[in-house]
């Protein structure tokens, strides 16, 4: 069989009689190739389509500034005392978004300096909801920081209009026509400056994400909306958030999320707590549990809380009153409320000191336990849930062996608790302003050891307090030689009493007191029940009969 000649190439410029085709009028030169044909009109069509694009692009740059100022009016608008700078706005016809850059907020009572500074904001449309025919947007704000002082939050906690009613959610609204349906922050920082600029509380890298924002509303406890959030906390803590929200819960959103504090420093709370009457210094603390905050429901379930190394003093004055009373309504409003549930599985102090100072007698004076080790567990507002029971180690005014065991229960009807107390070898020198202050002496020498039960039920303490004196010196020649005639003979009286009082085969001085009785006010908290019983336990028990001596000795003078 013959075989068949070669088909002859066409020539450049010639038509293939295979695609019919000429490349002279193919587009670019090779798509005559994959068989695509554009007509003259179609070109013509494409040509003018381009150049609406391009006339819109160019007609964007001119759109930005009056936008940009029609925008900042808006925001102002609906802002309450506060305003809002733009300081550029670029609007993108290609994907429908507006980026804002530069936007700094005010405070009108105090503007220096700016409350938030947000280099770059950008708005858009949520393209991955469209798909899902839900027209929504998302935000995302890169970099923005954060400035709050005690100056300018007073201002807004003295100010008549809360703060969810300056028209903030509104003013965010105006960016875009959309609804929020996507909102993040990127590497945000967060910086509030108390009564101490040396020790500002700063949130550094901080990531934020929320999603599904506009889901349709909820039935109750449901949040459907993911969210998560981490951070820096003062320089080397890190916390994180990872939960759930309902955004459209009313009358204000609601929140269910899992939390973790590692290694938090809390000196840097110094300031802000010394108005609660704390002093701290030192410490860090750690945390893990979960938060639920809703309009029907609020819950706080602590799993563990550890704080190790801390220097942690309650200040009892007359300025400390006050609060001691609203905390103890606010215990008892708590107290088995149903629809709060306030929990700590486990709380452990380490390696601390923890004190007590009295500023309301002459000296005043500081009670404190140095290498405290504190266990907590099972501690509750509900009444269901069972007793607290704690642990405590350490030594007593720093030398007094200490150890103590105590149960508490919340409810209503006031504190239920039990408290065993051994305190054993105390320097009674370390004491002197605590001896000065109830009895009007000082002490050389001796150790003083304390054991105590006391039970708190139905308004009604039952208990004792017995204290142990061993080799007591009140009266010392040297040290007291520049003491007045009078302070020292009280001092030798007091000493006399002391020696009347010995086991003269042990040196000891033994008393007992006994603590039983109504409680004069059945609400009280339990701090406030323990420190009452302290001074006045040391009045009966730790100084008998001092007072009464001295006055026998007036009356024969």
């Known amino acids: 069989m013959a075989t068949p000649a070669p088909k002859p190439r066409p020539e450049p410029g010639e038509t293939s009689p295979r695609r019919g085709i000429s490349k002279h009028k193919t587009f670019w030169g090779k798509v005559g190739h994959a068989g695509f044909h554009f007509s003259k009109h179609t070109l013509q069509l494409l040509g003018i389509l381009l150049g609406l694009i391009l006339l819109v692009i160019i007609a964007s740059f001119f759109v930005d500034e009056p936008m940009r100022r029609a925008m900042e009016k808006s925001m102002n608008e609906h802002l309450t005392g506060y305003t809002a700078k733009i300081g550029d706005l670029d609007f993108h016809l290609i994907g429908f978004s507006v980026t804002l850059h530069d936007v700094s907020i005010r405070q009108d009572a105090h503007p220096d300096p700016a409350v938030a500074v947000i280099p770059r904001l950008r708005a858009s449309v949520q393209w991955s909801e469209l798909v899902k025919l839900k027209l929504v947007s998302d935000f995302q704000i890169d970099q923005p920081k954060i400035y709050l002082n005690l100056t300018q939050l007073r201002k807004e906690n003295n100010d ?61 406890r449901v949040y459907p909306s993911p969210i998560h959030a981490e951070a820096i906390v003062f320089g080397t803590g890190r916390g994180e958030f990872d939960g759930h929200a309902n955004f459209l819960a009313v009358p204000y959103a609601g929140v269910n999320t899992l939390f ?232 030798g009286i007091v000493e006399g009493v002391a020696t009347l009082l010995e086991n003269k085969k042990t040196d000891k001085v033994v008393t007992v007191a006994d603590i039983s009785g109504p409680v004069s006010n059945p609400h009280s908290s339990p701090m406030q029940i323990i420190g009452k019983l302290i001074e006045n336990a040391f009045v009966k028990a730790i100084l008998p009969g001092f007072e009464r001596e001295l006055n026998l000795f007036r009356k024969k003078k």
């Open 160 to 220: 008549d209009i809360p703060v969810q009613k300056k028209g903030w959610q509104q003013a965010l609204e105006d960016i875009y026509p959309l609804k929020i349906n996507l909102f993040q922050i990127n590497d945000g920082a967060f910086t509030y400056i108390d009564t101490d600029p040396q020790r500002p509380l700063t949130l550094t890298h901080l990531f934020f994400r929320a999603n599904n924002i506009r889901n349709i509303r909820s039935p109750e």
């Open 260 to 491: 973790t504090l590692e290694k938090v420093p809390l000196d840097y709370f110094r300031p802000m707590l010394s108005r609660a009457h704390l002093s701290i210094q030192n410490g860090f603390l750690s945390s893990h549990g979960r938060v639920e905050y809703a309009p029907t429901v609020k819950v706080a379930h602590v799993e563990d809380l550890d704080i190790d190394r801390v220097r942690l003093d309650y200040i009892h004055s007359a300025a400390s009153v006050p609060a001691e009373g609203k905390v103890q309504k606010a215990v008892k409003k708590a107290s088995d409320e149903p629809s709060m549930l306030l929990r700590l599985d486990q709380f452990r102090l380490t390696n601390s000191n923890v004190g007590w100072i009295n500023r309301m007698k002459s000296p005043d004076y500081r009670v404190f336990v140095s290498g405290a080790n504190l266990t907590v567990k099972n501690l509750s507002n509900q009444f269901k849930d069972g007793p607290a029971k704690a642990t405590l180690t350490g030594r007593f005014m720093g030398s007094g062996v200490t150890s103590a065991s105590a149960s508490y229960r919340s409810q209503k009807s006031g504190p239920d608790f039990d408290l065993d107390l051994k305190i054993e070898g105390t320097q009674m020198t370390a004491m002197n302003d605590i001896w000065r202050a109830y009895g009007k002496f000082d002490v050389a020498g001796g150790t003083l050891s304390i054991y105590s039960q006391i039970k708190v039920k139905d308004a009604r303490i039952d208990g004792y307090v017995k204290p142990l004196f061993k080799d007591v010196n009140v009266y010392d020649p040297k040290q007291d030689k520049k003491k007045p005639f009078f302070k020292k003979l009280y001092e």
